[in-house]
């Protein structure tokens, strides 16, 4: 009976170590989310996030996200935290301006400097419509100025990348340039592991992994991310 006991404890602490490192993400088509579904993700273990705080796509139509200030102060308010922002840049845009914009709407809406970083999203090649070469320039500048902007977050990285191998070459010719930033990488194997890392980009190690596309659960939609 101890013993089972025992056993019960631990695979219950051993479950709780599991889920502490359960994070999601959500974009802009989740629409305004309630604290009811975060306090449901808490329950299911989750305890951090990754919001979109702009739209990328078509060319030309990028925006800020109006929900996500409300989204992010009733996710912390049900005690997930941190919760990171995403910035999906839109080719179609001048590249300062857009993040210019994107990050001052964050301070207005009081989401940034919570121990939070913000990720460029880098994929679809019909979405980075310009050669190799410009479209590194453009995510030169989208960084550039997120860093003049928020580059005193109290973290080891401000800012990082969001991309995969397969999205990475096409649009950016397999340039290192940008192995500086850490990596969130996406690979649908619903394994939260870094055991199916490649290297691609000049980085040798991804600090996230993005392991499900849109997943139904609390009302809501998720990725699902794991991250040690
Ligand atoms: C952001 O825009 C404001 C207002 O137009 C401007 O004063 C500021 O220099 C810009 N910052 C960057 C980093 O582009
Ligand atoms: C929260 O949102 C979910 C999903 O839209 C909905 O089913 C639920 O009724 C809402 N709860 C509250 C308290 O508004």
Not at 67 to 93: C, K, M, Q, R, T
């Amino acid at each position: 009976m101890v013993a089972l006991t025992l056993v019960f404890v631990f695979s219950a602490f051993c479950l709780q170590l599991s889920l502490a490192t359960s994070g999601f993400d959500h974009s802009y088509y989740q629409g305004a989310v309630n604290t009811s579904s975060y306090e449901c993700l808490f329950s299911g273990g989750y305890r951090y996030a990754i919001m979109q705080a702009q739209t990328g796509h078509p060319p030309g139509t990028g925006h800020y996200n109006p929900y996500i200030g409300e989204n992010y102060h009733n996710a912390v308010s049900a005690g997930i935290y941190p919760v990171d922002v995403y910035i999906f840049p839109d080719y179609g845009l001048d590249p300062a301006g857009q993040v210019n914009s994107t990050i001052t709407s964050l301070f207005e809406d009081d989401v940034l400097y919570h121990d939070n970083m913000i990720w460029m999203d880098v994929e679809g090649t019909e979405y980075w419509i310009g050669t190799c070469d410009e479209n590194i320039q453009f995510l030169h500048t989208v960084i550039s100025t997120a860093e003049a902007m928020y580059s005193d977050c109290g973290l080891k990285y401000c800012i990082g990348i969001y991309s995969s191998a397969s999205q990475w070459s096409p649009i950016m010719c397999d340039t290192t340039e940008f192995s500086s930033y850490p990596i969130w990488y996406a690979h649908y194997d619903n394994n939260p592991s870094f055991s199916d890392w490649k290297n691609f980009g000049g980085w040798t190690s991804p600090v996230m992994k993005q392991i499900t596309g849109t997943t139904d659960l609390c009302g809501t939609q998720i990725d699902n991310d794991y991250r040690p």
